[in-house]
């Protein structure tokens, strides 16, 4: 008896494909460094129409290199590197501890833009966390305290009691201390790659590269 492994889809996937009509990433536009280069484009994403700019996919692997991907936001960035925050007991804080080495990647779609950054993350200081925490909306400072992140609930219901309870023992307008099991990572750029859309598929790709003494700058093939 044979089986079919045939699907019927509603959209033909083949022959979904967008027609890039942008201006092209050549080298002399780059600016001297990745961070300004970064800088330049992230101005560029956030005075358009894209949501959440800051959004970037956190990709990680584990001792046995099962890969993860997730959504989180940037919060901060300099020559350090790029900041998010999360619960150190989440599977990607799992993973980091196994295996430092990690990728971003952000999607600016309607600018037929993404950069992708592949590097090391650690742990900011208890200090940075606290700064960051401070900032935090109440709402979001109680969920930090009541979620345990990336671990099994038993409901929707049993999450919104933890809220609840951890409300009550932190009342809106008292101090919400930063839980001890949540803070920040710095990730240290080994790459950091700019691509541009472009027609037929030529997509431009300039990637700068970590060395010794200074940064590379290569172009990809697309």
């Avoid at 990728?103 to 590097?119: D, E, K």
């Avoid at 200081?125 to 930090?144: K, L, N």
């Avoid at 099991?181 to 030529?202: D, I």
Wanted: glycine share 6%; hydrophobic share 35%.
């Amino acid at each position: 008896m044979s089986h079919s492994h045939k699907h019927e889809f509603a959209h033909d996937l083949a022959a979904m494909r967008a027609h890039y009509q942008f201006e092209g990433l050549a080298e002399p536009d780059l600016a001297t460094g990745p961070y300004e280069q970064f800088t330049r484009w992230f101005g560029e994403a956030a005075a358009s129409e894209l949501h959440e700019p800051n959004a970037m996919v956190l990709s990680t692997a584990d001792a046995a290199g099962r890969p993860s991907s997730r959504t989180v936001l940037l919060k901060g960035y300099d020559p350090r590197g790029f900041v998010f925050y999360t619960n150190y007991r989440s599977r990607k804080a799992k993973d980091i501890a196994a295996n430092p080495r990690v990728s971003l990647l952000f999607p600016w779609y309607l600018l037929a833009r993404q950069v992708v950054v592949t590097g090391t993350a650690e742990r900011v200081d208890r200090e940075e966390t606290a700064a960051y925490f401070r900032s935090r909306p109440y709402g979001s400072q109680i969920g930090a305290w009541a979620s345990q992140q990336s671990t099994v609930a038993g409901s929707r219901a049993e999450l919104d009691a933890a809220y609840e309870q951890m409300m009550a023992r932190y009342p809106p307008g008292e101090h919400v201390p930063v839980p001890p099991h949540w803070g920040g990572y710095r990730v240290t750029a080994e790459t950091l790659e700019f691509w541009q859309g472009r027609a037929n598929r030529l997509h431009d790709r300039l990637r700068y590269v970590r060395t010794a003494e200074a940064w590379r700058v290569e172009r990809l093939c697309p």
